[in-house]
């Protein structure tokens, strides 16, 4: 039976033993608190918030809570009551005068909280692109930032992008946000982790529409993230998203793996040099070695390529022995202004972007949806 937890706000010890008796059916964990503190909800997640309108007032802790929030009162007070409701509780109940439709309320919103999380245990269907080179400073996470705008903006996916560089990673910087939480944070729910969870770590970024997830900035942190978190994240992302993006660092290590091995599809982003072939045949032995990429999984897509580049598409294509699929080209003094601003690089469904890399990767993504529909 799944258990889920409840926190309830009062100092009335007669109330809680009144609510405890109409949880005979219902598996609910309650905590009593006498008041509410903001770590509340960044310790732990509660599935339900009830709370004693005799004591707690103030309604803005609770706005836009991931929680069931219920308002117990024993006065009928249509402005107080109100002004919960308004504020995004389930519902407010006279206590404990309608004890019985409060019974009737936590055992709907209990079957719909676990029909939820069978739900969300289960595979999903968002498609996950990993983007990687073994060449660091290839342009991962430009393109997987660009992309991921484009999903959004163009095509009104719902896009997760995720930071898999557990340190360094900065992806936020290209949104122009704060650092926030981390999906370090997620290590203590761990077994019972579910869509809300991670929507608790993540950040809407509100001009794209794109939902970011980025590591820790402690790298002491980063080495502690088991292989079996990010797996989890992803495949609960999976019933949520359209698609889930992923940014990889370039090192081979457990997260970078377990990255690869989640997602169904890999872009290799190439640059046309030397170093870059050289990078390319290692990750291609590693990838065979592993069985990672196969059949139509892996995309190769040219990164920062100019007309003085040291090799052209052909070349690159003949020397690896396989088709590329995008070819971006480099434009780094008009790119960096918008990225040192942090600014949207699509904001409307007509901008086709500002500079050549964007103007690109617009071009590579409505291709991608076209080639993975379905
Ligand atoms: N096509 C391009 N034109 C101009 N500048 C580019 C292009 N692609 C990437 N860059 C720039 O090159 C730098 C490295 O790019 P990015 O950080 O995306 O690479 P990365 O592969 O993610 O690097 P790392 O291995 O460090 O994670 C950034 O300053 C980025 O803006
Ligand atoms: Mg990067």
Known sequence: MSTF???????????????????HDVNIEITVVSEWKRSFQEQQLNHYIFVDLEY??????????????????????????RSWLVSGAKDVVIFPEEKNRLRDLIKNTYQQLKFQKETETGFGTGQVHAFYSAKGGSG????????????????????????LNAQFGNIEVLFGSQPFRSYYDLIPVMEEMDIRHLQNIAHYHEDTKVTLITGPA?????????????????????????????DL????????????????????VLTPDSLGM?????????????????????????????????????????????????????????????????????????????????????????????????
Do not use: C
Request: aromatic share 8%.
């Open 218 to 246: 402690d790298p002491a942190k980063a080495e502690s993230i088991p292989d079996e978190l990010i797996s989890r994240l992803i495949r609960i992302a999976r019933n949520q998203y359209d698609y889930i993006l992923l």
């Open 249 to 268: 660092p370039s090192n081979i290590n457990n997260l970078t793996f377990t990255g690869l091995n989640e997602s169904t599809h890999i872009h290799y």
């Open 56 to 81: 707690v007032r103030d309604t803005q802790p609770f706005q836009n809570s991931s929680s069931v929030v219920i308002g117990l009162t024993e006065s009928n007070d249509f402005v107080q009551g």
């Open 278 to 374: 050289r990078a390319y045949k290692y990750a291609d032995d590693l990838f065979k070695r592993f069985q990672i990429g196969r059949g139509n999984e892996l995309s190769i897509l040219i990164n920062r390529h100019h007309s003085k580049s040291e090799l052209t598409k052909n070349d690159i294509e003949k020397i690896i022995d396989r088709e590329t699929t995008g070819l971006i080209p480099s434009d780094y003094f008009s790119i960096q202004p918008s990225l040192n601003m942090g600014e949207a690089f699509y904001k409307r469904k007509k901008d086709k972007g500002s500079n050549k890399v964007s103007k690109e990767v617009k071009k590579y993504v409505d291709e991608l949806t076209k080639r993975t529909k379905g």
């Open 140 to 163: 991962k996470t430009l393109l997987a930032a660009l992309s991921a705008q484009s999903l959004s903006i163009h095509h009104e996916k719902k896009v997760l992008l995720v930071d």
């Open 5 to 23: 937890k409840g926190l309830f706000i009062t100092k009335n010890q007669e109330w809680v033993n009144e609510l405890h008796s109409l949880l």
